[in-house]
C-alpha cells in the first residue's frame, strides 16, 4: 500500500512510510476495530485487515485538525473529527482553525489517533462556527479555498452534513471502501452548479473517487439527493480497485 500523505510505498512490516514518516494501523474496514496483538483478521467479523492512517495529537496540530471523543469513561467507543455528534461528551482535541499558511491543497484525514479509531465526519473540522458568522467569514473561506483534495483514510465509517463545510475550492474528495453511510444532503458540497456558496463560488464539479468496485458503492447509504448530483454532472464517481480506476463515468 502506498502512504497516503505521499505516496511513497510503505513498509509492509512496521506500516510506516520511509519518505514522510507517517505512521499506519491495522483495521477492520467493514467493523472499524483496531485488532489485537498477533491479530491478522477482525475478530468480531473475520474480515481482513487494512491499514489507517494514525496520527499523534501533535500532527493533529500541525494539520490544524479537530477530533471530538463523545463518550466519556473508561472505554472510547467512538471519536469523530469535527463536530460533537451527539451534543454531549467532551473535547479529545479541539482547534481554532486550519492553521497552515498557505494552506495545503491536498489534506489527508486521518482513521486513528493514538491508536484510537474515527467512525465518522462531523461538521466543521477545519474551523469553529463562529469562524463563518458575519466578519469572519470571508477570512474563513479565503483560508479553506487552496484545499483541492480531501483524503479520507481507509477506515472511516460515516460522513455527515457538513463534514467539508467551507471547503468551497475542492475538486477532489477520496473516500475509503470502509464508507458505510452519507446520510444526510451535502447542499454545502455537492451543489447543482447553479446556486453559488457563501462566498460566491458555484461548487461545481467534485469527482468523489471511491475506493471500491461500483457494487461495493450500491451499499453505502447516500444522500437522498446523490444521484440527481450525478445525473446534473455536478458529481463526477469513479471507482478505484488496488489503485487503478475501473469506472469514471459515474454509471449506476
Not at 490544524?64 to 471523543?69: A, E, N, R, T
Not at 484545499?147 to 481507509?154: A, Q, T
Not at 470502509?178 to 458540497?189: G, I, R
Amino acid at each position: 500500500m502506498k502512504c497516503e500523505i505521499c505516496r511513497a510505498e510503505l513498509d509492509p512490516e512496521t506500516l510506516r512510510c520511509g519518505v514522510c514518516g507517517a505512521k499506519y494501523t491495522l483495521i477492520c474496514p467493514d467493523c472499524g476495530l483496531v485488532p489485537g496483538p498477533g491479530e491478522t483478521s477482525c475478530a468480531q467479523c473475520g474480515g481482513s485487515l487494512l491499514p489507517g492512517l494514525d496520527m499523534t495529537r501533535a500532527e493533529m496540530t500541525a494539520a490544524g485538525l479537530k477530533c471530538f471523543m463523545p463518550y466519556s469513561g473508561d472505554r472510547v467507543y467512538k471519536i469523530y473529527l469535527g463536530g460533537n455528534l451527539d451534543g454531549g461528551g467532551h473535547v479529545f482535541h479541539n482547534l481554532p482553525g486550519y492553521t497552515h499558511e498557505p494552506p495545503q491543497e491536498r489534506v489527508v484525514l486521518p482513521s486513528l489517533v493514538e491508536g484510537h479509531p474515527i467512525y465518522g465526519i462531523w461538521n466543521e473540522f477545519f474551523c469553529v462556527g463562529d469562524e463563518f458568522i458575519g466578519e469572519q467569514q470571508a477570512a474563513a473561506y479565503a483560508r479553506m479555498m487552496p484545499i483541492r483534495e480531501i483524503v479520507v483514510s481507509e477506515g472511516i465509517q460515516e460522513c455527515f452534513t457538513y463534514a467539508f463545510f467551507g471547503c468551497a475550492g475542492l475538486e477532489v474528495l477520496d473516500l475509503p471502501r470502509s464508507l458505510k453511510s452519507m446520510k444526510n444532503d451535502f447542499y454545502d458540497l455537492f451543489m447543482d452548479g447553479k446556486e453559488p456558496m457563501g462566498n460566491g463560488v458555484k461548487k461545481c464539479p467534485i469527482t468523489l473517487r471511491y475506493h471500491g468496485t461500483e457494487a461495493d458503492w450500491r451499499k453505502v447509504s447516500v444522500t437522498s439527493r446523490f444521484w440527481e448530483y450525478v445525473d446534473l454532472g455536478c458529481l463526477r464517481l469513479e471507482y478505484q480497485v488496488n489503485g487503478d480506476q475501473v469506472n469514471g463515468d459515474g454509471s449506476r
